[in-house]
């Protein structure tokens, strides 16, 4: 298994300089104060600085294995003894393997022997730091990980709640669409087949497109007429449906299914509790990497608009939000008579 640090591969450099200027160093110092020469001296310095990288990487191991749960006192006796431990280890190997490759001669013997008590200090004081280093970057490996899993976490949040905010939108859809086939069976058997034909034509749609597929604007145009179509075979003459769609338009995209709660809103606040004609009037245009779409009805405003749960729109809006993260991507309001509906979808 490579070890956790070795695995960014910007840190190598950074261990090839420190291999290096701990070899040299030393080896300056052996060479100046004890007259040790630069052959033998850079050997020495290369041997320990080479252990140093490799017990100083070693210490994430035990650092890391079990300590989160156990007290400061103890992680603090915990790394003293691991670096005191560390700090040994070092010694006996380097000495062990420079004794083999300059063990000839005396002169670095003698070396050797009275730079220990300073090289085991240095060493310790290296090892700290190898120790405090390893904390952090535990600190930072748990970090990581942790916002990982909050990314997760909430791709899975928002994926549940655009399945369920759709699955509480299309039986809405379904349940008027029944019944205007059943207020036709006995009245227009053949109006009732024809609304039958229509609404299997938006549940293959609504079906092909159950996980909030991007579609194109013109696609969901055809089902937002399948479905004016069958509203008007149930309203007459009192449902009319016009719309003006810009033709740099037509390739936008949209959410599957997200017009439609817009067009029985409309229906809702126009239609019910009303005899006059209503006109649905559907407009889509773009403005920079936005595309807006815009339904709106006469409505008669002496007739107070029909108490309902307000689910629609309210479910329109939070899956704009979910999918684009950004509020008030849908406005509505009525003014003058006329009930509008505004959504803007980022095309970007």
Not at 67 to 89: D, F, G, M, W, Y
Request: glycine fraction near 4%; aromatic fraction near 10%; proline fraction near 4%.
């Amino acid at each position: 298994m490579l070890h956790p640090v070795l695995t960014h591969k910007y840190v190598y450099p950074g261990l090839i300089l420190f291999w290096a200027f701990h070899a040299v160093l030393p080896a300056a110092l052996l060479h100046y104060y004890a007259d040790l020469e630069w052959t033998y001296a850079l050997v020495d310095g290369g041997v320990y600085s080479f252990g140093l990288v490799i017990v100083g990487l070693s210490l994430w191991y035990p650092v890391s294995f079990r300590t989160q749960e156990i007290p400061i006192t103890r992680k603090l006796l915990h790394n003293s003894l691991i670096c005191v431990v560390a700090a040994v280890i070092w010694i006996l190997v380097s000495s062990f393997l420079c004794r083999i490759l300059l063990g000839t001669n005396q002169h670095y013997i003698e070396v050797a022997s009275t730079v220990l008590p300073f090289r085991i200090l240095w060493g310790i004081n290296e090892f700290v730091m190898f120790i405090i280093a390893s904390h952090f970057f535990i600190f930072y490996t748990d970090l990581e990980e942790k916002r990982l899993q909050e990314e997760v976490l909430k791709k899975q949040v928002k994926e549940s709640e655009l399945k369920t905010l759709k699955a509480q939108l299309n039986p809405h859809f379904l349940f008027n669409s029944l019944n205007s086939v059943s207020a036709l069976t006995l009245t227009a058997p053949e109006d009732a087949r024809h609304m039958l034909a229509q609404l299997s034509e938006l549940l293959r749609y609504s079906l092909s497109n159950n996980q909030m597929a991007m579609i194109s604007l013109s696609k969901e145009m055809e089902n937002i007429r399948r479905y004016m179509e069958i509203e008007r075979v149930r309203f007459g003459e009192l449902l009319n449906y016009e719309e003006e769609i810009a033709a740099d338009c037509e390739k936008s995209i949209v959410p599957a299914l997200i017009l439609l709660p817009l067009y029985e809103n409309a229906i809702k606040h126009g239609l019910y509790e009303s005899l006059d004609p209503v006109t649905v009037r559907t407009k889509c245009f773009r403005k920079g990497n936005n595309l807006f779409v815009v339904v709106s009805n006469n409505f008669d405003a002496s007739v107070s608009s029909p108490v309902g749960t307000g689910l629609g729109l309210k479910h329109t809006a939070n899956i704009l939000r979910n999918l684009f993260g950004r509020d008030g991507l849908l406005v509505a309001g009525a003014s003058d008579g006329i009930y509008t509906v505004r959504i803007c979808i980022p095309q970007s």
